[in-house]
């Protein structure tokens, strides 16, 4: 007896499914390893920074953009912080939109001990790293549980290639 046609495309369908399911999963474990390195470098990051009182010396400069309707400001202060009985005065790139004004702000800053002249505000902590490398993991996992399911249910890599 003769397959039908029906039968033939959803044979076909289903061989696309698993392969397409392969790539994707291959896809997903390179960006998630991506990711990964980065939610890594956010934990390092955050942990070898140390935080000390800087004084404004100057008022902050603010720029204001408007992209696709909304409203940006991004403001840089310069600060003044000693470390180690050592004075410094920097400025500090970004201090997103909080704008500070000079003699009236005490603000904390982060720098690292083995660079301490480029100070940092408010830095990610560490708890996004742990965040963006479960998310990583749940994104590999899963991808690869999909392949299982193409491989040991036909009708699940037939509705792979069909979505």
């Not at 310069?78 to 410094?88: A, G, H, L, P, R």
């Not at 505000?121 to 560490?126: H, L, V």
Request: proline share 3%; net charge positive; glycine share 6%.
């Amino acid at each position: 007896m003769s397959k039908s046609i029906g039968h033939e495309i959803y044979s076909d369908t289903a061989s696309f499914g698993r392969i397409w399911a392969i790539i994707s999963a291959i896809l997903g474990t390179l960006f998630g390893i991506f990711f990964i390195i980065i939610g890594i470098y956010i934990i390092i990051h955050k942990s070898h920074l140390k935080s000390t009182k800087g004084d404004v010396v100057k008022d902050s400069e603010c720029n204001t953009t408007i992209d696709n309707g909304n409203q940006y400001t991004q403001c840089s202060t310069t600060v003044n912080y000693n470390i180690n009985d050592k004075e410094y005065t920097d400025k500090i790139v970004n201090t997103g939109s909080t704008k500070f004004t000079q003699g009236k702000n005490n603000i904390t800053i982060w720098y690292s001990p083995t660079n301490p002249d480029n100070p940092e505000y408010n830095p990610s902590p560490s708890w996004v790293g742990w965040v963006i490398i479960l998310i990583s993991l749940l994104v590999i996992f899963g991808s690869w549980f999909w392949v299982w399911l193409t491989r040991k249910y036909k009708i699940a890599a037939a509705a792979e290639r069909a979505a």
